[in-house]
Nanobody, 117 residues
Framework: VQLVESGGGLVQAGGSLRLSCVAS????????MSWYRQAPGKQRELVAS????????NYADSVKGRFTISRDNGKNTVYLQMHSLKPEDTAVYYC???????????WGQGTQVTVSS
């Protein structure tokens, strides 16, 4: 499984961005897809996750009500719609895929999101 993120950039506080993560390879084996982020000097943290069927989602408290995760299985893509962005949302955002059958995880290369005040 290979993951490629896109959609990051520079945005003013209060603005919006939509991140995309396109999966290739054995995508039919993916069970859970997630977005993580890592700010300078901080640990990587879970932002949101979504199950393969798309019906079960989970969010970090810091983004609830502002971010929405979704997936289009036909396009092998997971999205992170981000609204009301804050400077503290500035980080490199990573896409992660989990394959339960093999207990393997896969990461994308990351996309930078910078929110100016």
């Amino acid at each position: 499984v290979q993951l490629v993120e896109s959609g990051g950039g520079l945005v003013q506080a209060g603005g919006s961005l939509r991140l995309s993560c396109v999966a290739s390879g054995s995508t039919f084996t993916i069970n859970v897809m997630s977005w993580y982020r890592q700010a300078p000097g901080k640990q990587r943290e879970l932002v949101a996750s979504i199950a393969s069927g798309g019906g079960s989602t989970n969010y970090a408290d810091s983004v609830k009500g502002r971010f929405t995760i979704s997936r289009d299985n036909g396009k092998n893509t997971v999205y992170l719609q981000m609204h009301s962005l804050k400077p503290e949302d500035t980080a490199v955002y990573y896409c992660k895929a989990i394959v339960i059958a093999t207990a393997k995880t896969y990461w994308g290369q990351g996309t930078q999101v910078t929110v100016s005040s």
